[in-house]
């Protein structure tokens, strides 16, 4: 990994018809990426799995998908911050055609696959939500493609939930298995912040820090259709502002077998033994399967 700084600002690595577009080759490393679309009224994007699986997430709006021969709709969300959202999964080596008859946003997570598995349907009813932590540590995890909740062959994703004020993927931690400093997975997180009531945008932060023999150390303002790339190392916490709930889809893939591995930083781990004595932040679920109007 080359990158000094792993923050991608909105709009720094569009490629059209792409708002976001990470890959292996421009992350620097083997597996794991992230596509985002904005489609107009009616608009339409084409494009190839290629090597990779993919997901079709609806960020605010619904689609109609059609892989190779076959095709479905998603009923999606209005945004991030009012439902939980059905999904598609994409195989490898297809040809995907989105459609949006009332436009939208649509975020295309993806990890570089061997196994060629089924088109499918995923069911907003059928992801597991977890409201994770407590006090101000609160939040919410929805677990749409993690290993026990949806079968794919290296992908995993969740989206993450924080409410103002919060902190979230705290204590710091990192996916490996060996302790050895190396992270198993490659991390992408991709940001949305809440409007306020009188329409203003805020921001979150986001921590990300390594040991001596990879220095990476940045704590990074972060707003929406920002990116964050998590190569290695210890990440946490992503902090929302005070008024503004923040939302991060994180995206994970590495080699060997799918698991999503979590190891806290063991100078801060310590903190998981206070959460017993306090209660998750009334506020949370922020979203369910039904859909909230803010």
């Given amino acids: ?12 690595s569009a490629e059209r018809p ?3 577009v990470v890959t292996p080759e421009n992350a620097g490393w ?3 990426g992230l596509r985002v679309v904005h489609l107009p009224v009616g ?7 290629g090597c990779d699986e993919m ?20 009923t999606g969300r ?11 999964y994409l195989p490898r080596q297809t040809q995907v055609t989105l459609r949006a008859p009332n436009g939208g946003r649509f975020a295309l997570p993806a990890a570089r696959a061997d196994r060629t598995l089924p088109f499918r ?14 006090g101000h540590a609160s939040h919410q995890v929805n677990r749409f493609c993690t290993p026990e909740s949806f079968e794919t062959d290296r992908l995993i994703a969740c989206e993450v939930l924080t409410p103002g004020g919060n902190w979230s993927s705290y204590p710091p931690h990192k996916h490996d298995e060996q302790g050895d400093g190396e992270s198993s997975l490659e991390e992408i997180c991709y940001f949305e912040v809440a409007a306020s009531p009188a329409g203003g945008h805020g921001c979150g932060f986001q921590r990300v820090y390594g040991h001596p023999d990879r220095p990476i150390d940045v704590c990074a303002e972060v707003r929406s259709g920002d990116v964050v790339l998590i190569p290695y190392g210890w990440h946490g916490p992503s902090m929302a502002a005070p008024g503004y709930d923040l939302y991060h889809l994180n995206v994970m893939a590495g080699p060997g077998e799918r698991r999503w591995l979590v190891r806290d930083d063991p100078a801060h781990g310590w903190v998981r033994g206070r959460w017993a004595a306090e209660r998750v932040d009334s506020r949370l679920p922020l979203t369910s399967v039904r859909e909230k109007r803010r």
């Fill in 121 to 134: 349907y995923g069911a907003a009813e059928d992801v597991p939500v977890d409201l994770c932590g407590a």
């Fill in 18 to 20: 792409f708002d976001v």
């Fill in 1 to 12: 990994m080359t990158r000094v700084n792993p923050l991608v600002p909105r709009g720094s």
């Fill in 30 to 32: 083997d597996y794991c």
């Fill in 55 to 74: 997901l079709v997430l609806p960020l605010a709006g619904g689609c109609d998908v059609a892989c190779d021969d076959e095709r479905l709709t998603l």
């Fill in 43 to 49: 608009g339409r994007v084409r494009f190839p799995t």
């Fill in 78 to 88: 209005r945004s991030v911050f009012s439902r939980v959202t059905d999904f598609a």
